[in-house]
């Protein structure tokens, strides 16, 4: 090596540059869309220590909300509540003498304020006719969010054409049912609210009305009527959908091709998207499952999210957290690593003169690698985790490379320094390199995969004449004209040597 500098373009002549960059053109095709999956890999600091892909989920992934309605399933296909108006008023009728007291309670979402009810004797109540554009036969659910404010024995009479049934808000429990119901429950919301959600599977006719009457004779009971809403088809309590003069339709959630979310209503801020379901990792293709992952949390404006996995110390994280941390991933959860990355631990060409040995110059204690019982005489074809590591690192530069020498040098920079090393290129203006390793001396495999072209960056179509070391370790290599922790003059800097 006659010259060593710390920065040289590899575009030479100008007949040449056409050709090389084509073939970095090639190879930025291999990169993965993610340039900076490097530094994901070595830990997005969303956690300490854990690891953050961007993925896609599959068409068939589940996501929820979580927020004053509890958790909810969201659905990829359009809701629309037929109920108008979904808050009790204007266009709801009276039966016998209630009385109705607008803007008296807060709903359970802690910012509407929604009517009051009040009722002294059964079927006394207010009944909605505008709900007949459910095609008759098909199925559909009502969902009524009520809240007891006064009586000891709160029974309220809920129903359609199709049926109806009494329930006791006190007891939170069913008394009666009459009618063609499939299906009844409720789920507690916030603020001391409930909703109620009952379904027909087979109506008998066109749905119409939709009533909350008092039940039994009640002794003045008094009733905060917040959301209602009829939703066609069948299924458990979905997220309410606000109506005021017709039927609206929202689609809860659309999956874009490269694992955008984006939500039909913005969630309110602090609520819980989360998610579950088979997915692939952006980065490169690999499958992935979520278990309870956060897709996000609402701030009140937010509609669009990214999808994204983080492997380490986060709670409802694909299998177990903190496996897939690549700096303390072992065994097979570090080879899952390298099938997401795209390289296996086992080499097809053996190193040979790596195995620990008396006597030997780089093979004695922490420099020769163990031979295990399984492993042949010939030479090392498993690469221990330590090693792996370092070579999943490579992979991983290799994979997000943009083909630039100053990307290649961030790139070295980033697996090496920890390890103390530093790497250096020398162009040889005919399309090849060379490149050196400083620092102190490397281990049996780390050279012997350094030699081999294993931890190399290099532009298809450019070749490696050789590789070095500089012949004292620890030491700067000789060079004129600099003067740094890298090339030294005189008296500091030592010869480079190649390795064979």
Not at 30 to 44: E, K, M
Not at 110 to 117: A, C, L, S
Not at 436 to 442: E, S, T, V
Request: hydrophobic share 40%; charged share 10%; with cysteine.
């Amino acid at each position: 090596m006659t010259q060593v500098s710390d920065y040289l373009s590899l575009i030479t002549s100008e007949h040449q540059k056409p050709k090389f960059l084509a073939m970095v053109s090639v190879l930025a095709q291999w990169a993965v869309d993610r340039q900076n999956l490097l530094q994901s890999i070595r830990g997005t600091e969303a956690v300490p220590g854990a690891v953050t892909l961007d993925v896609v989920p599959s068409a068939d992934a589940s996501f929820y909300r979580t927020d004053w309605q509890g958790r909810q399933l969201l659905y990829a296909t359009p809701r629309t509540n037929y109920a108008y108006p979904s808050i009790m008023g204007a266009g709801w009728s009276p039966n016998l003498s209630p009385v109705l007291t607008q803007n008296a309670i807060l709903y359970a979402d802690g910012v509407t304020e929604v009517p009051t009810m009040t009722a002294t004797r059964s079927t006394e109540g207010f009944f909605c006719n505008n709900g007949p554009a459910v095609p008759a036969g098909e199925p559909y659910v009502d969902f009524f969010d009520l809240k007891q404010v006064s009586g000891g024995q709160c029974q309220v009479l809920l129903g359609s054409n199709e049926y109806d049934v009494v329930f006791d808000l006190n007891t939170k429990a069913f008394t009666s049912f009459s009618g063609n119901l499939s299906g009844q429950d409720y789920v507690e919301l916030d603020n001391g609210w409930i909703r109620v959600w009952l379904s027909v599977a087979s109506p008998d006719s066109e749905p119409q009305a939709i009533f909350v009457y008092g039940a039994s004779n009640p002794t003045a009971i008094t009733v905060g009527v917040g959301g209602i809403q009829r939703v066609g088809g069948t299924g458990v309590p979905s997220s309410y959908i606000p109506t005021t003069t017709a039927p609206v339709t929202v689609t809860d959630y659309v999956l874009g091709e490269t694992g955008g979310v984006t939500l039909g209503q913005v969630p309110v801020a602090g609520a819980q998207i989360t998610w579950s379901g088979d997915a692939t990792v952006l980065a490169n293709g690999g499958p992935v499952q979520a278990s309870n992952a956060l897709l996000g949390v609402g701030d009140g404006s937010t509609s669009k999210f990214q999808a994204a996995l983080t492997w380490g110390t986060q709670a409802g994280t694909p299998e177990s957290p903190g496996l897939y941390d690549i700096d303390i991933a072992v065994d097979q959860q570090l080879d899952r690593v390298g099938e997401w990355v795209g390289i296996s631990r086992q080499l097809a060409i053996p190193l040979t003169n790596v195995y620990f040995s008396f006597d030997e110059a780089g093979l004695g204690f922490d420099q020769g690698a163990w031979l295990g019982p399984f492993d042949p005489t010939t030479g090392l074809t498993s690469l221990p985790d330590d090693v792996y590591r370092i070579l999943l690192y490579a992979k991983i530069a290799a994979n997000t490379w943009d083909g630039t020498i100053p990307a290649a040098y961030t790139a070295w920079n980033t697996i090496f320094e920890p390890l103390g090393y530093q790497i250096l290129i020398q162009n040889n203006q005919d399309m090849t390199m060379d490149i050196a390793l400083i620092g102190p001396a490397p281990d049996a495999v780390t050279l012997a995969l350094f030699s081999g072209g294993y931890l190399s960056l290099v532009p298809a179509g450019v070749g490696v004449n050789n590789y070095y070391l500089q012949s004292v370790q620890g030491s700067p290599l000789f060079g004129f004209d600099a003067q740094n922790n890298s090339i030294a003059g005189f008296d500091t800097g030592a010869f480079a040597q190649i390795l064979q």
